[in-house]
């Protein structure tokens, strides 16, 4: 969500970030296991999420309401593949309750949903996580999630995104270590609790995110390596789109060639949680569109998730704010 940040937002996480670094520079602690014996230093072998997913899946989030699925897919013209669900972060009872409302809401659209479940609530703390604090609640989400849709083979769960900038507040900026320790807590609870989850790390790209590869996990604990990229104009002033595409989205800082040769390096298949244009003073820009689903296919991506929202980010297409744009997703995005 990096490119949705206000100036003024973007300065206060800034000013945030740096009173953090010296505050946590001492706070960093060793992965390990939580009082109930899970050892995050023995992981669960990966399994190759390439092969659950031999085809993209062309995800989509719209907010929190079946209707909004139904009217996308009504412009669109054809179901979708799978819907952006996200689970609440604003105190524990809201993480450990919202599960089973978001199971609740989506039940209904028989639908895939890929999951975004926070890394933990706006009052905790990384450090914490890291040494296991947190793991009831995990292992009760876990839980929960695994009897989402059994029948379905693989359940995608993102968490911790966009980790590498300043905006949230499990972001790893000044704590790399701690990011790395809760993240493994949490994915090891959750393989507990079923052999179904695959985990995508997903940093924000397409700007300059020093120190992002420093909270990488490790290759026992990343199924899926994502990214979120949103076109822009309003902080980049690159006016011609096809600039706009070389310079900043495939070969600017953390974009989409740094992606592919990272998750190469790691050997693991690429997802893309969050994608969408037109907001942020782009505009109506179907040239990001056509290489975007250019660059999905030509890289075997297991999902690419658009924001058809106005949520944050003003990505909506099917309301036709963005003509050209959505008649060109229309075309392209089918199987």
Known sequence: MGWRLTLASLALCCLWAAVECARATDDQVKPAGDAAGIAATQPATTRPASADAPSPIWGVYVGNDVKYVTQYEQWLGRPTDAILGYTGDAQWADYDGCIGWAMGVWAPA???????????????????????????????????????????????????????????????????????????????????????????????????????????????????????????????????????WQKLYLNGPYGLVWHRDFAKKH????????????????????????????????????????????????????????PNAGALFKQLFVH
Request: some cysteine; aromatic content about 18%; proline content about 6%.
């Open 267 to 322: 050997n693991k298949p690429m997802s893309y949680p969050e994608w969408g244009s037109g907001g942020n003073d782009a505009g109506d820009n179907p040239y990001f569109i056509e290489h975007m689903h250019q660059w999905f296919l030509d890289n075997h991506v297991i999902y690419a998730t658009y924001w058809n929202s106005n949520s944050a980010y003003k990505g909506q297409l099917s309301k036709d704010a963005y």
């Open 110 to 244: 028989n639908r895939r949903v890929l999951w975004s479940v926070a890394l933990m609530p706006r009052n905790a703390t990384l450090a914490d996580a890291a040494r296991g604090l947190y793991n009831s609640h995990y292992r009760r989400a876990a839980e929960m999630l695994a009897k989402w849709h059994p029948d379905e083979p693989v359940i995608y769960i993102r968490t911790g995104w966009e980790f590498n900038g300043g905006w949230f507040h499990y972001n790893s900026v000044c704590q790399p270590q701690n990011f790395i320790g809760a993240w493994r807590q949490f994915v090891t609870t959750f393989r507990a609790a079923s052999p179904r989850f695959r985990f995508d790390w997903c940093p924000a790209g397409c700007d300059w995110f020093p120190g992002t590869e420093n909270a990488y996990p490790g290759d026992e604990y990343v199924d899926v390596i994502g990214l979120d990229v949103y076109d822009q104009l309003k902080w980049k002033k690159i006016a011609d789109p096809a600039e706009r």
